[in-house]
């Protein structure tokens, strides 16, 4: 509550004894509402009678309500009053009558009101209060009835509002004493499980941390160790109480419960203790839907944890402060009606992204669709109204719901069109539209999303039991009998290490979902009352849930089970887990679907939580994903290629189709070689019907990631029928982009699919493995036809290797300027540049050091051109081994010492702790000296060398030869990590290669099955004419490229290399034609 609002409130509670009549009533409420609100309402009320920005207020006398709905003088002020003027006040605007809002008070009570149907439709009665005034002021702030869009949610509850910023606080401050030394137990373990499994935020610098803090409304006054998690344990326990809050509004508003608004409801609860009771029943153990026949709609417990926090006295005001000021903001909203508003038809999503910063969602793989990408991904499916009625689609990962909402849209659009009663299609929507998500908030977002899609359908069908088939499942890792062990039971770990709930079930029973269900409530009974093994034994067939036969051959393992929740309970760790295995389990007795569509996260499996790794990991072993290439395996593999291949063998029926959002680097990075064999298992594969790649025109807003749309077919021994179609997106040409065309390089999210269609260019495509011979190959993407033309250069040389540069991972420290010299010493003063790299290591400094081991840098992209060299400035590299095995690295050891280049010994000394710690040295590089390099070989130092860079827009390469240290001597250019190189000994096989290399029709190959921010190896499938010094050809290319080096003048350079490209196609072309004859 603001200053001017407590002023208002104050001003009327200091009147209430003394009025005693109606004016006097409405006078003191006047001027506290002017007062809060800093305006004259009297003025106000002269424009608009008896209504304040469309807030129409009738007052009574002091009491005249006698606390009752029923009395006759509340009937009056709203069915006579309040009615009318708002059925002529919408007559007068041209505004639905539902848009307004109607109060009545009579000085003790407030009570809101609005029109539905042509009757008045009021809430109960609130005693006079903070709270209560509160609410009034926020409707007259409101000016209508709310609509609930991601923007008006931001805006009252994200960051920047005082409700949102004072209602996290509340919960940091209680989660802050809970995780202190004598805080409850058991808010400690559900944060330490949450934060194991779903706060792990990857690869945060320390100005990304800044960000971020400085973009959340509240603080954290607890360790500094877990303060980022903790504020995202805090926004999503805010996001989902409000998420729940606003699933039962629409309950309510859609005449499905007996209430008309739980909101106004809690509201009339005085007394802490009452209302957090309240809360805890109706919404977080979800006692209100159950009684609508919503069954299971909530089911998730993290994050009930601030009710645990409210049971201590020195928390409990000031949360249900915060809660009631919470619910009166959201009082004022219209639940009834929530079109396609705003941004978007996912109003929960946009208000997630709003509510948690983007750098943090970018760290946890959050990267949410925009509609017009749902829309044409579902759009892929082909489907016609009868298949869309009968079809059951699964999203596997389905965080808010986008692509839910989506097949809900085009479901009832068939429904409708086939003219299906409410009933039929509420029923064909929870029987054929499912969602699975490992993260608990994403399911209760999505269940809302899906509850807000059919509400008006469940008005018309009242009292039918529904349940939302949204559930907490794994996509990757779920319940299946060990192939390996006993195909009787079902062994499943759930958890972290807090809970490490090893869950042990009869495979029958596992797989009856009716009865596993049955059981689980009773056991679920039975923990509460803390009741031994032997006793649920006992209930379970004294109930005939179980048979005497069934439990005597399942006992073993139930007790199993049992015992382990029940120790939890003992722990104080209750009402969780028989509901969370309950949807686990649930997702395997789901069956199989006619197509699986969504947008899998997009996060290293390096970038996983450790436990989750290891216990997901056999599963991904089983299909043969991981690539074959060292240091090119699991640890680079993205998740989302996974969960591609499980969730296709595990519900997708034979024939069934797939689309996914997915990253485009699967079809030609090293690290996909394994996803690219499409093996599911002895039987199935994976049939790619097209790809949609769409790197060029951004989809995601907040991320520069290669998005591509891939549809896939499953079938019983298919085989994958080549060239794959492949539909390249471009921006359209910008207007006025004069000779340089000029393409759009981003799409709009917020446009709708034709919108963004319009805005594109497809190019139609093809895509080919490089080798016929390598299972897995990556894809050359070419115009139709080319693959074929030019197929005879693809292979692997075999007279020349592209290698990776120098990798440091600590540039700052080995990428030096020279900025003094001793020329009789043979010592130079080097200076660190510690903005070379993400680790901290301090500000520059300078050192004498001996210059063996420095050698000029070949450094990135920015120091080539076509067959030209050009550092952007001269850098320097210490080199201090000449390679990685044994030999070179004890002669490193034995070189840089107390005694030998003792400088040079001094300067890595210096950063000795820095040095130890790359993550290079510490995995490949075991017992090597500290100051040791990576990817280090005679290569290395070779006089010639072709290079091109890793990450490129446009493919080219130069010949770099020796460089000068001043008052050294010269020596080799060695490349950095960022460049690839091909060494020679001699320069014209060096400069004959680099000419190939322009050639239009290598560049294009090499582009074709690259990625361009990892061009890596570009001789591994392809092969190109070995130099022949006796070829008059070959030779004169080599003096071409070699001419354009020495022309500094670019306009001069521009012609030499036009011929060096003629000449070089001239000799592709007729190796080409060699190699068919």
């Not at 004493?177 to 990857?202: C, P, V």
């Not at 596993?516 to 005939?544: C, I, R, W």
């Not at 003096?1039 to 350079?1053: C, F, I, S, W």
Request: aromatic share 10%.
């Amino acid at each position: 509550m603001d200053e001017n609002t407590k002023k208002g409130y104050e001003l009327i509670n200091r009147r209430r004894k003394q009025w005693a009549n109606e004016e006097e009533v409405r006078h003191a409420w006047m001027k506290g509402l002017e007062e809060a609100l800093q305006i004259d309402l009297d003025a106000e009320r002269a424009k608009r009678d008896s209504s304040y920005n469309n807030v129409v207020i009738e007052f009574k006398a002091p009491g005249l309500f006698n606390g009752s709905e029923k009395s006759p003088k509340f009937i009056e002020a709203t069915e006579s009053r309040l009615l009318k003027y708002i059925e002529r006040l919408s007559k007068e605007q041209g505004l639905d009558e539902k848009d307004y809002i109607g109060v009545a008070i009579d000085g003790d009570h407030v009570a809101f009101a609005q029109v539905q149907d042509g009757r008045i439709v009021h809430q109960p009665l609130i005693p006079f209060s903070t709270t209560a005034f509160q609410m009034v002021v926020d409707a007259l702030r409101a000016n209508f009835r709310r609509a609930i869009t991601a923007e008006n949610l931001a805006e009252d509850f994200g960051h920047l509002s005082l409700t949102g910023r004072e209602f996290m606080q509340e919960l940091s401050n209680a989660l802050a004493d809970s995780l202190g030394g004598h805080g409850n137990r058991k808010i400690k373990m559900l944060f330490e499980e949450w934060a194991t499994l779903y706060g792990q935020a990857a690869d945060l610098s320390i100005q990304q941390r800044k960000k971020i803090n400085g973009s959340l409304g509240f603080d954290f006054d607890g360790p500094a160790s877990i303060d980022l998690p903790a504020k995202l344990f805090v926004t999503h326990t805010f996001h989902s109480l409000l998420m729940k809050l606003i699933a039962a509004e629409i309950v309510a508003a859609h005449g499905m419960a007996s209430s008309t608004s739980l909101i106004h409801e809690l509201l009339t609860i005085t007394k802490d203790e009452a209302l957090l009771t309240a809360i805890r029943a109706d919404v977080e153990e979800g006692q209100f839907f159950n009684a609508v026949g919503l069954h299971g709609f909530v089911e998730e417990a993290i994050f009930s944890w601030y009710l645990d926090a409210g049971t201590k006295k020195t928390l409990r005001g000031s949360l249900c402060l915060a809660i009631r000021t919470l619910l009166a903001q959201l009082s004022v909203y219209r639940f009834d009606t929530i079109k396609k508003t705003g941004r978007s038809r996912d109003v929960l999503r946009d208000f997630y992204q709003d509510l948690v910063p983007e750098e943090l969602r970018k760290s946890l793989g959050e990267f949410y669709t925009p509609d017009w990408l749902v829309e044409h991904s579902v759009g892929k499916l082909g489907y016609d109204d009868a298949t869309w009625l009968k079809a059951r689609l699964l999203d596997p990962t389905c965080g808010s719901g986008s692509f839910l909402l989506e097949a809900i849209e085009e479901k009832r659009r068939a429904a409708l069109a086939a003219g299906w009663a409410a009933e039929r299609t509420v029923d064909m929507l929870t029987n054929t539209v499912w969602g699975f998500d490992l993260n608990p908030l994403a399911v209760q977002t999505s269940r809302v999303n899906f509850l807000i899609a059919i509400a008006d359908l469940l008005r018309q069908c009242k009292g039918k039991d529904v349940e939302i088939p949204v559930l907490l499942a794994d996509a990757v890792y779920s319940p299946a009998p060990n192939p390996k062990g006993n195909q009787k039971v079902i062994e499943y770990s759930i958890g972290s290490q807090q809970a490490n709930l090893q869950v042990v079930l009869p495979a029958e029973l596992a797989r009856n979902r009716s009865l596993l269900d049955q059981v689980f409530q009773l056991m679920g009974h039975e923990v509460e009352k803390e009741t031994e093994y032997p006793g649920v034994s006992k209930a379970l067939t004294s109930t005939n849930i179980l048979t005497k036969e069934q439990a005597a051959t399942w006992d073993e393992h139930l007790a199993t089970t049992y015992n382990q929740v029940l120790a939890l309970h003992r722990q104080n760790w209750n009402g969780i887990w028989f509901r969370i295995v309950r949807n686990f389990f649930w997702s395997a007795t789901a069956g199989q679907f006619d197509a699986i569509v969504g947008n899998p996260p997009w996060v290293r499996w390096s970038n996983l939580p450790e436990e989750y790794r290891n216990r997901a990991k056999p599963t991904c072993e089983q299909y043969d994903i991981f690539s074959d290439t060292k240091f090119h395996g699991g640890n680079e593999l993205d998740i989302s290629a996974i969960i591609t291949y499980t969730t296709a063998d595990k519900w997708l029926i034979d024939k069934g189709r797939l689309v996914f959002v997915i990253t485009q680097t699967v079809f030609q990075s090293p690290s996909s070689q394994g996803f690219r064999r499409f093996r599911i298992n002895t039987e199935d594969r994976l049939v790619p019907l097209s790809v949609d790649d769409m790197k060029g025109i951004k989809p995601f807003p907040d991320a520069a990631n290669r998005t591509a749309v891939v549809m896939f077919t499953k079938k019983a021994k298919g085989k994958t029928t080549f060239p794959v179609d492949y539909r390249v997106w471009l921006g359209k040409v910008k207007p006025g982009s004069g000779t340089k065309e000029r393409r759009l390089k981003a799409i709009d999210h917020r446009l709708s699919r034709l919108d963004a269609l319009n805005l594109v260019d497809v190019v139609q495509m093809e895509a080919n493995p490089v080798s016929d011979t390598m299972e897995g190959a990556p894809w050359a993407v070419m115009k139709p036809g080319h693959f074929a033309a030019y197929k005879p250069l693809f292979g692997p040389s075999t007279w020349v290797n592209g290698r990776k540069g120098i990798t440091t991972d600590l540039n700052g420290v080995y990428f030096v300027d020279v900025v003094d010299v001793n020329p009789f010493e043979k010592t130079v003063k080097v200076r660190t540049r510690p903005h070379e790299g993400r680790t901290d290591i301090g500000k520059p400094r300078e050192f004498w050091v001996e210059a063996e081991c420095l050698y000029p840098l070949a450094k990135g992209a920015g120091d080539l051109h076509p067959c030209y060299f050009k550092p952007e400035s001269p850098l320097f590299a210490f080199v201090p081994n000449k390679g990685i095995d044994k030999a070179a690295l004890t002669k490193a050891r034995e070189g840089f010492s107390t005694t030998k280049n003792p400088k040079t010994f001094k300067f890595f000394k210096a950063y000795q702790s820095n040095l130890e710690s790359r993550s290079t040295f510490k995995t490949r590089m075991k017992g090597a000296p500290f100051f040791s390099i990576y990817n280090v070989g005679d290569y290395t130092f070779a006089p010639y060398k072709v290079i091109w860079a890793e990450m490129t827009g446009d493919f080219c390469a130069a010949v770099v030869e020796s460089g000068s240290i001043t008052g050294i001597g010269k020596r080799v250019y060695v490349p950095d990590h960022k460049l690839y190189f091909a060494d020679f000994t001699k320069p014209e096989p060096a400069y004959f290669l680099c000419g190939l290399l322009h050639s239009e029709i290598v560049k294009e190959m090499i582009e074709a099955h690259n990625i361009s921010t990892n061009m890596g190896d570009v001789f591994k499938h392809i092969s190109l004419p070995a130099y022949s010094a006796t070829d008059k050809a070959h030779a004169r290319l080599a003096d071409l490229v070699k001419k354009a080096h020495g022309q500094h003048d670019e306009k001069a350079r521009t012609v030499t290399v036009a011929e060096v490209m003629k000449e070089a196609e001239k000799l592709i072309t007729a190796e080409i034609k060699l190699r068919r004859a």
